[in-house]
Structures are given as C-alpha cells and as structure tokens.
C-alpha cells in the first residue's frame, strides 16, 4: 500500500503570509495527488486535483506543484477564510490520505 | 448545484448491522462512480468503498470487505452502505463523495455519524 507523509502537522501564519504544505508519497503516484480543505465540522472540499489542476471556484490563491512522489500545496497570500485542515490525497493506486496540517492564523 | 446528503447514521452496538443512504441531486447520478470515506474522531480520512456508474462493480478497502456492502439505486438517485457486523474502530463520520472519471473525489456530503458502542 502507499503511504502519505505530509508535513507540517501544524502551522501558524499572518494574514498575507505564503504558506507551503508538502506531501511525500512512498512511492511513485506519477500526477495523481490532490489537496483538500476541511473546515471545522464541515465536509472536505476539492481545492487541487491531479497536482496542479484548481477546482471549479476556488480562488488562484491557491496551487499545486510536483510529481512523482514529492508534492506542494501552496497558498501564495493567507486570508483569513484559510483556516482549516488541509489533506493530500493520492488515487494513483487505492486511495491514501495524508494525515492533515492544522493552520492557524498566528 | 451539485448536492449530497447523508442520512442513518446513529449508535449501534457491536456486532450488529446498519445501513445509511446518501441522496444526490443537482447532477446526472447515473454518470458518476460514488465512494464512502469515513473520518474517526480526531483521525484523519479514510477511504471505504467505491461503486462504479451502474453498480456492476464494486471495491472496498480489506478491514470492511465482507462485512460493509456499497450500493445504489440510480432510479432514486441514491447512494447505500450496508453495515454489518460493526467493530467499534468502524466509529466515525461517513461521508459519500462523487467520483470523477479522473477517479478523485470532487464534491463530498456533510457526512453522517455512526457511533459503535455497547
């Protein structure tokens, strides 16, 4: 089975801030990782599918980079609205979630 | 507008059964594969079971094989999971979530609770 690492497990940032969220797969996922948003007590929503596509509606605030088994979501300018839980997930083979980066606004 | 809504969550105790449905609209049901993926509490998500467009084929992950069944019934635009012999590690919020042809998750149900305690 792949495993997902993703790091940092928590992250505290200013509005406006760039922040950065990696995950690393265990083995090659070749383009297949996407990021998720989870709000408290809400769903998760699709941010980035297939490492660097933005889903429908989601501001360009938001990208993605990477391939093979090293991946990046980033935020280029924190807004208040970012907090929240943040999961990769990786569909080349099964399914595999990372284990989530709590942000925070510092 | 895309919509999925979970219903039949609830306490059960170990070793017994329960089924919950997630109703879809807003969309072409029938077009879509469609997943369940639960989160425990205070865990991370957790993949459980996919079932193609028209119900032919169906996947699971191996701690539910045998004991979980995914369905649907693209008449009534819904989407099933039948529950039996429940452990207490199957405790967590069930969410169903639409499945691109792309095979990831783009629209997900606020999800509902089941609690497996005697």
């Known amino acids: 089975d792949i495993q997902m690492t993703q790091s940092p497990s928590f992250l505290s940032a200013s509005v406006g801030d760039r922040v950065t969220i990696n995950c690393k797969a265990s083995?090659?996922?070749?383009?297949?990782l996407d990021w998720y948003q989870q709000k408290l007590g809400e769903a998760p929503k699709l941010l980035i599918y297939?490492?660097?596509s933005l889903h429908t509606g989601i501001p360009s605030r938001f990208s993605g980079s990477g391939s093979g088994t090293d991946f990046t979501l980033t935020i280029s300018s924190l807004q208040p609205e970012d907090v929240a839980t943040y999961f990769c997930?990786?569909?080349?083979?099964?399914?595999?979630f990372g284990a989530g980066t709590k942000l925070e606004l510092k | 507008e895309v919509q999925l809504v979970e219903s039949g969550g609830g306490l059960v105790q170990p070793g017994r059964s329960l089924k919950f449905s997630c109703a879809a609209s807003?969309?072409?049901?029938?077009?879509?594969?469609m997943a369940w993926v639960r989160q425990a509490p205070k865990k991370g998500l957790e993949w459980v079971a996919t079932?193609?467009?028209?119900?032919?084929?169906?996947y699971y992950r191996d701690s539910v094989k045998g004991r979980f069944t995914i369905s649907r019934d693209n008449a009534k635009s819904t989407l099933y999971l039948q529950m039996d012999s429940l452990r207490s590690e199957d405790t967590a919020t069930y969410y169903c979530?639409?499945?691109?042809?792309?095979?990831?998750?783009?629209?997900w149900g606020p999800g509902t609770m089941v609690t497996v305690s005697s």
């Open positions: 979530a639409r499945t691109t042809t792309g095979w990831y998750f783009d629209f």
């Open positions: 807003g969309f072409t049901f029938s077009d879509y594969a």
């Open positions: 079932i193609i467009y028209d119900g032919s084929s169906t």
């Open positions: 083995q090659n996922i070749n383009k297949y």
């Open positions: 297939n490492t660097n």
């Open positions: 997930l990786q569909h080349n083979s099964g399914y595999t």
